[in-house]
């Protein structure tokens, strides 16, 4: 259940949040663009990613107040400072520069069979693969 | 208003998607990144879920007209050129470091821990050195 039914479900509800977005908008759901939009929002047209972030925002708090076993986790508490600051200089700055994440190249890329997202997705599922196993060896010396 | 609405309900759901999946648990995501370890394979259904799910509707769609936009917005970019490659290889390490991706970043935001706060922030910064960069480079 956990590891199958779970995550399939939730997998389910980001496809439907995408297909909305596309049903209605128009538009491919990317989470760095939409990220970046927030804190620089010139264009009108790109408006609707502000709600979609304040209800990403939202479901988290909500989830939290409904659900808190849920969040049964913590996220680099083990880690150094250097990491925790490396590892999200490195998310905004290489999403921008390859145009999406996990949402955008991934979820909306790869249905659509974008040649682009193909090897966007390809690319950052290898080097994380092989990034947490050289930390792994790292730490283990 | 409409367009806000939507957009908010799409936020939502998308948010509990990802909650729900595991993907804003980092020991889930570094679990299934690590093939060496005991492999924990949970997220591969997360993505088959919504890439299926997205294969099919989007193929329907496209076929129409958006309800509440003239037409639709995809990427139009086709090069498969050196920014796509690095920009997926950065995001790739920064990710493997860690074990969260921009949604998960958001969202976990509710934790309201230090080590999320300064994540999310060094991540923004991440996002405005590319801008100033590329203007920069187009003066």
Redesign the interface.
Known sequence: MEKVLLPLLGGILIGTSSSIILYTLGRITGISGILSVVFNPKIQSNHWKISFFMGLIGGGFLLRVVSPDLFDYSIGKSESLITILSAGFLVGLGTRLGNGCTSGHGVCGLPRLSPRSIIATLTFMAVAILTVIAKKMVVAL | MK?????????????????????????VV?GF?????EW????????????????F??KY??KR?????P?????T????DV????????????????G????P???????G?Q??L??????????????FLLRKRDD
Request: hydrophobic share 55%; aromatic share 10%.
């Open positions: 367009v806000h609405v939507v957009s908010f309900i799409a936020g939502l759901i998308f948010s509990i998607g990802l909650v729900i999946s595991g993907m804003t648990n980092p020991d570094i990144l690590d093939i060496t370890g924990n394979y949970s997220l591969a259904f997360v993505m088959a879920g919504a890439v299926t799910l997205n294969f509707s989007f769609i496209l007209k958006p309800i509440l936009s037409e639709h917005l995809l990427p970019k086709k090069d498969l920014r796509l490659i690095l920009g997926a290889t950065l995001f790739g390490i920064g990710w493997g470091l860690l969260i991706c921009p949604g970043g958001i969202v976990n935001l509710s934790l821990t080590e999320i300064l994540f999310m922030l060094a991540l923004i910064f991440g996002l405005f050195i590319h801008d």
